[in-house]
């Protein structure tokens, strides 16, 4: 694979990684520079690349996905608690159990296309979202959301109130307050946790671009151009469906066991509804079907979820000051209902003007850019491709 | 004894049918099929023999696209079999179909209009190769260079050379069309179902297919053809079934067929023959 990949493939990839790793430099200067916040960018980033590969190169439409980032999440955090504080089992833990659960739910979902596919892959979120607060209480802890505690000293306590690390405890490694995720003792908490995040999600974007570039990506793709005709050409779709399900279920899996990687703490909410849609418009927003589009999308709406959400009309005021004090009011004011609590306002308005101008998202922008560009050099080449006649190839 | 030359045998005892026609690679028993009431095939029975170019020519309305869709699992017979090569092909899959051996080109073009002119040629060709289904997420699309020379000789042998890279959403429909052609000739399927493969194609594009089609008979694909156009119809088939109200009224050389009065009745017209 690697032999084949062009000079603009490898090109990408560096460019990509160098862009990701520098995140923490070139983000400073818009306020976005802080741990936290590069974790979301890395972790959401993994989380659209997966989905892209099920929505962007097959058309199908999950509203379902949320639900393998909770099950990732609470995956990886009952690794903490019954195996190490280590995360390496957790994220194997976290892409197996996710792709078990997304393998079930891709064999039911991909009996249908379309938006009954859809409708069914939200059934799936939301009962799994329930469940997670009723039945499956034992195993979710309910609202108050699954955590790590210390271990326990006796076996009479129970597994909610003590946890039991089994590796940790035969491997001797002490414990000191509040447990701690660790890569060998190196604690995935503020900057080393982001740069674990962002060399997964430079692994991850690997994978997806092998995978787009592959006869199995290409099958992908045939099925989103005429899936019919596939099939009379002697492909059985389904089996690539639920491949595609099941990989991007995995990459929800993993972005999900990281969330709890970062932060250790596994609730329901993960697996809403809304949960499902925010990875739908990182990925339109972005540009489906690209590689880079659904990173893109995901940096984007995560900044503007943490920065706009947080801005108030004492920043607005300031931003205006060179305004006259009535006309300062009165333009506060308009973009005080954006800002807050009305980020969302912001994120809809953003997300309608891509997809009514730009229908291929920011990708699309980019491209039409370099179009322009391009034609501002020099004049666009007349097509000459003509079609020779049967007769004459002989 | 299969499942097939059960049900073969069977139906050819009950209905007297010769069951030992030697070299007999399609074979269509007593199908039947209604919509709402209309019966669009009625007691159809057709043997294609290896090798020969089979034309099935009727009125509109006849039936003719609906034996085609019955033959390639699109549409469910009510009754009666399709054996293809010792395989019932009734209640199978379009794609355990093909991969038998039976490929189509269809009326209206059907393409992957989002891939270009050789990755549309080349997914064929992988489903020959890998089978209905294969795994395989690090194989490099880009590295497949002994199909994707095959494909671009088929691009070339129906004319698109210089298209090659276009998408197929830019061709026009009589490209789209030698596209389709192409797509079910890199296959190199065993019966080949060619429905009105010239329409929307000029008189010397026509002519051009027929040529093409004429070289691959020499390969020894056996074909069925469903075509309106009397020409391409003469020029190709070595025998001809009529289909008019959903039944075969006549099948023979195309000598014969020029000068059966059923068919003149029904479909040619008298000043025709």
């Known amino acids: 694979m690697l032999g084949t990949f062009s000079r603009s493939d490898w090109l990408l990839l560096v460019i990509f990684s160098a862009v990701v790793l520098t995140l923490p430099w070139t983000l400073e200067p818009i306020g976005a520079a802080y741990p936290d916040l590069l974790q979301k960018f890395a972790i959401y980033g993994i989380f659209a690349v997966g989905f892209n590969i099920l929505f962007g190169l097959t058309g199908y439409l999950s509203f379902g996905h949320a639900a393998f980032l909770g099950v990732g999440s609470y995956a990886a ?7 190490t504080m280590n995360v390496l089992p957790a994220l194997a833990l976290s ?70 690390r089994i590796i940790d405890q035969a491997l001797g490694i002490p414990e000191v307050g509040v447990p701690i995720t660790n890569l060998f003792g190196m604690k995935m908490s503020g900057y080393p946790g982001f740069y674990f995040c962002a060399v997964l999600l430079i692994v991850c974007f690997f994978i997806a671009m092998c995978i787009s570039r592959s006869n199995f990506g290409m099958m ?3 099925i989103k151009s005429n899936q019919n005709r596939l099939n009379y050409t002697g492909i059985h779709t389904r089996p690539y469906l639920i491949a595609a399900f ?8 993993l972005a999900g066991s990281l969330l709890s990687i970062t932060d250790p703490i596994a609730g329901a909410e993960r697996m809403q509804w809304t949960a499902s849609g925010e990875v739908v418009l990182m990925t339109i927003l972005g540009g489906a079907g690209t590689l880079v589009g659904p990173v893109l999308g995901a940096g984007l709406i995560k900044y503007a979820e943490q920065k706009v ?60 850019l370099r179009r322009a560009f391009a034609n501002g050099a020099s004049p666009p080449p007349r097509p000459v491709a003509t079609t020779t006649p049967i007769a004459e190839r002989d | 004894m299969s499942v097939a030359e059960t049900i073969r045998d069977d139906v050819a005892g009950e209905r007297g049918f010769q069951s030992d026609i030697p070299d007999r690679v399609l074979h269509i028993d007593d199908v039947h099929k209604s919509f709402a009431g209309l019966h669009a095939l009625s007691n159809v029975d057709l043997d294609v023999r290896q090798g020969e170019t089979h034309a099935i020519i009727g009125p509109n309305g006849a039936g003719k696209s609906t034996l085609l869709n019955v033959c390639v699992g699109r549409i469910e017979p009510d009754r009666g079999a399709v054996v293809f090569d010792g395989d019932a092909l009734t209640g199978k ?67 698109l050379k210089n298209r090659i890279h276009m998408t197929a959403s830019s061709l026009s429909r009589g490209d789209k069309r030698r596209l389709e052609l192409a797509m079910g000739l890199i296959q190199h399927p065993k019966l080949l179902l060619l429905d009105e493969p010239t329409a929307g194609m000029a008189r010397h594009d026509t ?23 009397m020409h391409v119809v003469f020029s190709l088939a070595d025998r001809i079934s009529v289909l008019a109200g959903g039944r075969i009224i006549a099948q023979g050389s195309p000598e014969e067929i020029k000068n059966n009065p059923k068919v003149k009745e029904a479909y040619l017209g008298e000043e025709q023959v």
């Not at chain 2, 051009?208 to 069925?224: N, P, W």
């Open chain 1, 309 to 368: 959400s947080s801005w108030n009309e004492g920043i607005l005021h300031g931003a205006f000051s060179f305004l006259p004090e009535p006309v300062q009011d009165f333009v506060v004011e308009f973009f005080s209902f954006f800002v807050g609590e009305g980020w969302h306002l912001t994120l809809g308005l953003m997300f309608m003007i891509i997809v009514i101008f730009l229908p291929g998202g920011v990708m699309e922008g980019f491209r039409r």
């Open chain 1, 77 to 83: 955090v009952w690794s903490f608690k019954l195996l």
């Open chain 2, 207 to 229: 002519n051009a297919t027929i040529d093409l089609l004429r070289k691959i008979k020499e390969r020894g694909m056996t074909k069925v053809i469903i075509e309106h156009d």
């Open chain 2, 93 to 159: 899959s379009p794609h355990e179909i093909n991969q038998l051996g039976v490929a189509r080109v269809f009326q209206t073009p059907e393409v992957f209009l989002d891939l270009s002119v050789l990755e549309n040629v080349m997914v064929p060709a992988l489903s020959r190769r890998d089978g209905h289904f294969k795994l395989n997420p690090f194989t490099a699309f880009s590295g497949e260079t002994e199909i994707r020379d095959e494909a671009e000789a088929v691009i070339a042998d129906v004319g």
């Open chain 1, 246 to 253: 099941v990989i991007s279920g995995m990459y929800a899996g």
């Open chain 1, 95 to 164: 892409i197996a159990i996710a792709g078990v659960f997304a393998l079930l739910i891709g064999y039911i979902s991909l009996r249908r296309a379309g938006i009954y596919f859809s409708i069914l892959t939200l059934a799936f979120a939301q009962m799994s979202y329930n469940l997670a607060y009723s039945v499956l209480t034992p195993i979710t802890n309910g609202e108050t959301g699954l955590q790590v505690r210390a271990i326990r000293k006796s076996a009479e306590v129970s597994l909610r109130d003590g946890d039991v």
């Open chain 1, 220 to 222: 992908l793709k045939a």
